[in-house]
């Protein structure tokens, strides 16, 4: 890492890689891997918060459930299960230095160069898992969470479940993400919403997406062509506690411009509200009423000063002195 990395950002000195911890700048893969030239990875983006109980992984079991079922989908066999990664997760934590930030756990199709295979067929490739961890603030801004984002309608179409399975958070998918964000940013907006191939409300390039109209809570079902986020369960867990009705159905085009209150869900962009959709003001152009009780208790929960609905454990709690093989740099 450059001494201007350093400066800018905290990292975690260590990854994880294959059951092991390995230096930082020792992660590096050969260019004619799989995952290079033919997208064969599977991640997982999960944060870690500073709380009343010192720093704690958000949801991390459900995380790396979904990181192994990702790659079952895909067909990558992997030599760890869910409670050893979760723990190299923990280790990872706490010894980075760090009170808060993001882990970003990978399965990826590397290269045996003794025996190297160049093909389509991924069959004959090495399969990785890393964990790498780093602080990272609000990605859509700070400000977004009060103020709200102005998001357009993108000309590209998510991906069909049956082209590319939405229930697999696989890296060659985010191509289809990359497209939506990039014309959104061009076009002068945050984000971008994708439709799915029958017109219907998708997601963001990397959100789930949330309307609200006569307080009811309103989103596209998992049967749809959309990733079954975990931030997305843990709100809509939170509401119902709340007493909030939650609709799972297809959302028209259309009824984005006549919300009540819209917003994003997701690990990076927590709960992001929409002030605009294609320059038509939502609501009242800033964030709702109801938005901003489901983002209080949502930031009460990830902090440990309220409890997960039913009692739920969603905190993982990492002890600083645990491990000190992982510092940041």
């Known amino acids: 890492m450059t001494e201007k990395d350093v400066r800018t950002m905290k990292i975690a000195g260590k990854v994880w890689k294959n059951g092991e911890f390995i230096d930082w700048d020792d992660a590096r893969i ?51 299960d869910v409670d050893t990664i979760s723990q190299a997760v923990v280790d990872l934590v706490a010894g980075s230095g760090l009170n808060a930030g993001y882990i970003r756990p990978l399965i990826m199709r590397g290269l045996d160069e003794n025996k190297p295979a160049f093909g389509v067929n991924p069959f004959g490739n090495p399969v ?27 000309s590209w179409t998510r991906i069909t479940s049956n082209a ?18 990039m014309e959104a940013i061009l076009g002068g907006f945050s984000e971008g919403i994708a439709l799915d191939d029958r017109g219907y409300v998708s997601e963001g390039s990397g959100e789930n997406i949330f309307l609200v109209n006569n307080g009811k809570l309103i989103t596209p079902p998992l049967g749809a062509s959309i990733l079954p986020g975990i931030t997305r369960d843990s709100v809509i867990q939170i509401a119902r506690e709340m007493g909030v009705q939650v609709i799972e159905t297809t959302i028209q085009r259309a009824a984005l411009y006549l919300a009540d209150e819209l917003f994003f869900t997701g690990t990076a962009a927590e709960i992001t509200p929409i002030r605009s959709v294609d320059r038509i003001t939502v609501g009242s152009g800033k964030r709702g009423e109801l938005t901003a009780k489901l983002q209080e208790q949502f930031f009460k929960v990830i902090r440990n000063e309220s409890p ?7 905190l993982t709690f990492v002890d600083p002195g645990e491990k000190k093989t992982a510092s940041a740099n």
């Open 30 to 80: 050969h260019v004619m891997s799989h995952v290079v030239n033919y997208g064969s990875s599977v991640f997982e983006g999960i944060r870690f918060y500073e709380t009343t109980n010192g720093p704690a992984v958000f949801r991390l079991k459900e995380h790396i459930k979904r990181l192994l079922n990702s790659g079952k989908i895909y067909r990558m066999e992997v030599d760890f």
């Open 128 to 154: 990785d898992t890393y964990l790498a961890a780093w602080e990272w603030g609000k990605y859509l801004g700070e400000e977004a969470l009060e103020n709200g984002i102005e998001v357009c309608v993108s």
């Open 164 to 181: 590319m399975p939405s229930m697999a958070k696989a890296g060659a998918n985010y191509m289809n993400s990359q497209l939506i964000k």
């Open 308 to 314: 997960a609905p039913k009692n739920a454990e969603w």
